[in-house]
């Protein structure tokens, strides 16, 4: 059983190996228009599909494992992450292949360039609807990850005893949550932009409107997202290595609260907080200059405490020489050559030199794939007898190591010194010694892609044929080994009753205490319920892919097969259609499901240590994670219609383009569906069903009556004299047209996804589905119901009356 | 949570909104009218957070979800505004 369920998982830690191998770059023998593409994908691939996913995938495996879950608190959602996430990277690659090929604007994808006056075509679309698919994993990802750690641990599992990769997982998960509504933001406008024609970041040649810079409102929003995103890379590694560090040393790790508290440093306010960096050369304030200076530096400190932990440990330990550990060594080498770049980099005098030139490639990738996927690699060595039941071969392992970091310094070192080079050009003069130390970083890249070669072989040898390995290699005191190893070779079980298995083996004052039936009996029994076969994620995943796709190729040209013309728009639309059909009928059947309870956990509360959440339902705990990340989303778009307003030096009254009387009547109405939600709650936390209809049933009529006033409104501003559009001949008027329409219209779609929820509602009342204990569902849509109203008393103000 | 209690936040909304748009049309002081529409715009949302979604009966680890998120984005708003110069 334990087998079948973790099969799954290592099923996808599989297939993401796979796209490492895919997605190695092609730096080479390439025309500039090719070169950029391959500079850009390689960079949004690496990054978003490679190397965030792969630390991902281990949290996947080994967090449910550490903390003693079954497995993650919400597993359909969990499969829907994984089906978003590769629907996501299957349109990025698929855009290689459109006319006009891939986005080609670098992985910053900064705007005007990559908008469509200076990227037209379906490809770029694509890139980027591929990019919001993998946003929404990862958001949907981490609300799980967050549930799951904060919700699921085993009993007896303090908050403060959880293994540091733990930890690091969650710190990860956090930083996720808050970063990438930025982004999603920020892609949303250039979507519009490049599919429904609205302007936000037209360039003054197009559109020019006085005050406006659309660059630094990409910048912004970008680099938001773009800093914590780079730490969101770093971390599994580093939780990796705080990790495995005692199996090596033969000692408890050094300093782990130092280090749990700098993590937190970095991810909270920090990471959030320098992102300005990035934008030295764009002439923003002076005073920003500094503080941003001074804020990058500070970053130092707490990342100096953690390297100095983790040397000081290895310093006090008596280190054994196996694989993971040198990769250990080698990611903090790195790391260290790579930060101390960065901290000349954080120099606005300073930077403004080294600007855009190889030596910021050169930093990145130090930090990047020097730090992070060498530490990746000793969490893969090291975690694989445990995969698979089997040990890789040693010499192989070290062999591969030494190439790996000769071939990474052979290719890095040098960008470092072309500091005076200037990067993503497709080729260059022969200007001083850029030729030779080009030529040996090239060399470099073939001997570090070379490297990878061993590592691919040895993965599979000793999947298929490595010899047992036994359930705990390296004698680690770490919860995950003490379960039975999940690969092919049959392992004696471990002994899992309290006295001697996992919870004997774990330190600390509360472990004597615990009592009753042991933690992994309680799973195995449980998991025969468990089985979560759901295909709906799939099908959604696929549905909404689809449709995207249909809509980049829209309008596209005309496709000719044998005798058979198609018109132009024939082939995307249908690809629309069908897609909407697949995403409607794996909602429906979605609803359907729980609607007739066909998944069902295990019966009752398992129990479990929460601390600090031990009276909050976990359904709830999700809720209120999505919502705090959709605070981000909306917040950020509010911003950015924000800082339009403050930049621009006119802009159309509002009494001049909207009724405002009906929108106050239309608002009064939304206000209204907010109190017959709330006394939906009241009336079923009384156990009244009847009255619960009936509010359900009110909601429903005002939230409808809503959107049906916005739609004639909207009808309106189309046709009126003066048309309110973006596509609009006077500048202002059609960039405001722009951002109300994106705004405005997210949040009509939030309330239209709202009525969609609340018709299963009422269906599932009717049938007598909630009762005063039981009504979870209702709890929770009625905190989205009250959010939607939220962003609304904000929406009405800021678009009709200021 | 009372029926009082829910009705009496729901007349609160209507009197705010009904205010913001009074004050559109008859403060003609720029920013006298942006002042005022501005906090009880915030009113109005602070009052759905505390009552409509209940934060003031839940625990301070489900509130600070809220509290994070607004302050990760005063610090975006106010830096994204700071960086026009
Ligand atoms: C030790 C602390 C660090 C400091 C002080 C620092 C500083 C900087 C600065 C100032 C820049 C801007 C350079 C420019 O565009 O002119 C930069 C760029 C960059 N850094 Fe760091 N960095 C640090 C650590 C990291 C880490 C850990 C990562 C990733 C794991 C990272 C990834 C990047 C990336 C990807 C860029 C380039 C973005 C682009 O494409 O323009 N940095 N860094
Ligand atoms: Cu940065």
Known sequence: MFTALYFGVVGAVLALLMRVQLSVPNNDFLEAAYYNQAVTMHGLIMIFWFLSPLGVALFNYLVPLQIGAKDLAFPRLNALTYWLFLAGGLMAVLSFFVPGGAAAAGWTSYEPLAGPVYSPGPGPTMTYLGLMLMAASVTVGSVNFIATILWLRRPGMRLSDMPMFSWFALFTVVAMLFAFPSIIAAFLLVLTDRLIGTVLYAPPSILNVPGIDPSLLWDDLFWFFGHPEVYIVLLPAFGVIADITPAFTGRPLDGRNWILISVAAIVLPISFGVWMHHMFLTGIPNVLLEVFDVSTEIVSIPFGIIVIMFILSMVHGRIQFKTPLLFIVGALVLFIIGGIMGVFLSSPVLDRVYNGSYFVVSHFHYVMVGATIFGLFAGIYYWLPKMTGRMYNESLGKVHFIISFIGFNVLYAPMMLLSDMPRRIFTYQNIGDWAQLNGIATVGAFIFAGAQIIVAYNLLHTWFRGPPSGPNPWGSQSPEWSTPATGSVPVAPVETEPAGGWIGQLPGPQSASVSGPSPVSHAMSAVSHEVHLSSRPLTLSAGVMLFLTGAALYPGGAIQLSVLTIPPGVFPLALMVLGVGVFAASIVGWAWDDIRNKFVGPAGDPGGDRWPYDEVPKMKLGMWVFLSSEIVLFGTLLGAYIFIREAALEWPSPASVHDIPLATANTLILLTSGFTMAMAVYAIRKGDQRGLLGWLVATFVLGSTFIGVKISEWLGLFSGAAPFLPSSSNPVTALAASIYYVVVGLHGAHVVAGLVVLVYLMKKTARGGFTKDDHMSIENFALYWAFVEIVWCFVFPLFYLL | ?85
């Open chain 2, 1 to 85: 949570m009372k029926t009082s209690t829910i009705a009496g936040v729901w007349a609160y909304m209507v009197v705010a909104v009904l205010t913001e748009t009074a004050t559109f049309y008859y403060v003609t002081n720029v920013t006298a009218q942006t002042v005022v529409i501005s906090l009880l715009a915030l009113s109005q949302a602070t009052a759905v957070a505390i009552f409509y979604m209940q934060l003031k009966d839940e625990p301070g680890s489900i509130r600070i979800f809220a509290l994070v998120g607004v302050m990760f984005l005063s610090a975006l708003l106010i830096a994204m505004v700071a960086s026009l110069g």
